[in-house]
């Protein structure tokens, strides 16, 4: 995840009816992590990121995120990955640093 924000202004600015159907969808954030699972999962072997907002963190968990035991790095993993792949894999995230 490169990170992700959304302008208040434009919310604000949505008629009800529209906001109430992006909330309704999840939200903008899971409705662009869907579109990023749906679009790349069979690309890669896992998706991470580095996520320290709690409001984020509310939305990022249910979407399919779990905690690596770092601060602030979430992975979600695709497919059945031996634990070794996934050290190695967690290893190569962690030592990017923040991102």
């Known amino acids: 995840?490169?990170?992700?924000?959304?302008?208040?202004r434009v919310?604000?600015?949505?008629?009800?009816d529209e906001l109430e159907l992006v909330?309704?969808?999840?939200?903008?954030?899971?409705?662009?992590?869907?579109?990023c699972f749906?679009?790349?999962?069979?690309?890669?072997?896992?998706f991470f990121g580095h996520c320290g907002d709690?409001?984020?963190?509310?939305?990022?968990f249910p979407a399919g995120f779990s905690e690596t035991g770092l601060p602030h790095l979430?992975?979600?993993y695709n497919g059945?990955?031996?634990a070794a792949r996934q050290q190695e894999l967690?290893?190569?995230?962690?030592?990017?640093?923040p991102f």
């Open 54 to 60: 709690p409001r984020a963190r509310e939305v990022v």
């Open 11 to 16: 919310l604000r600015a949505m008629a009800a």
């Open 90 to 97: 967690l290893q190569q995230a962690h030592s990017i640093g």
């Open 23 to 35: 909330n309704e969808a999840g939200g903008l954030l899971r409705q662009t992590l869907r579109f």
């Open 1 to 8: 995840m490169d990170g992700a924000c959304t302008d208040g």
């Open 80 to 82: 059945a990955l031996s």
């Open 38 to 46: 749906a679009r790349f999962a069979a690309d890669v072997e896992a």
């Open 74 to 76: 979430i992975v979600r």
